[in-house]
Nanobody, 120 residues
Framework: QVQLVESGGGLVQAGDSLRLSCAAS????????MGWLRQGPGKEREFVAA????????YYADSVKGLFTISRDKAKNTVYLHMNSLQPEETAVYSC?????????????WGKGTQVTVST
């Protein structure tokens, strides 16, 4: 079992930056790839970013490449999502997730999410 707790969301203005954190626990959490997904109001949930279990590979949705950075600190049992130049359309609940699916299609463990609201 892997337990995930997100934090760091809030209300920001367009163009601001924000860092989300995901505290992970569970005996095998560091063997899982970790990811961030988001669901905006009236939208489908979408993939944002992921990082391999080793931390050596990262993956991003095209819409956030060059703007968002995912990282993991195994010593602190934490995964981060640094978000730069946020825009109102990125308002969403951001959820941390874990998977052992190499294709990053199926996510097995979820946190409750943290709300990010970007105002104009």
């Amino acid at each position: 079992q892997v337990q995930l707790v997100e934090s760091g969301g809030g209300l920001v203005q367009a163009g601001d930056s924000l860092r989300l954190s995901c505290a992970a626990s569970g005996r095998t959490w560091d063997t899982y790839a970790m990811g961030w997904l988001r669901q905006g109001p009236g939208k489908e949930r979408e993939f944002v970013a992921a990082i391999s279990w080793s931390g050596t590979s990262t993956y991003y949705a095209d819409s956030v490449k060059g703007l968002f950075t995912i990282s993991r600190d195994k010593a602190k049992n934490t995964v981060y999502l640094h978000m730069n130049s946020l825009q109102p359309e990125e308002t969403a609940v951001y959820s941390c997730s874990a998977t052992n699916d190499c294709g990053l299609q199926n996510w097995y463990y979820w946190g409750k999410g943290t709300q990010v609201t970007v105002s104009t």
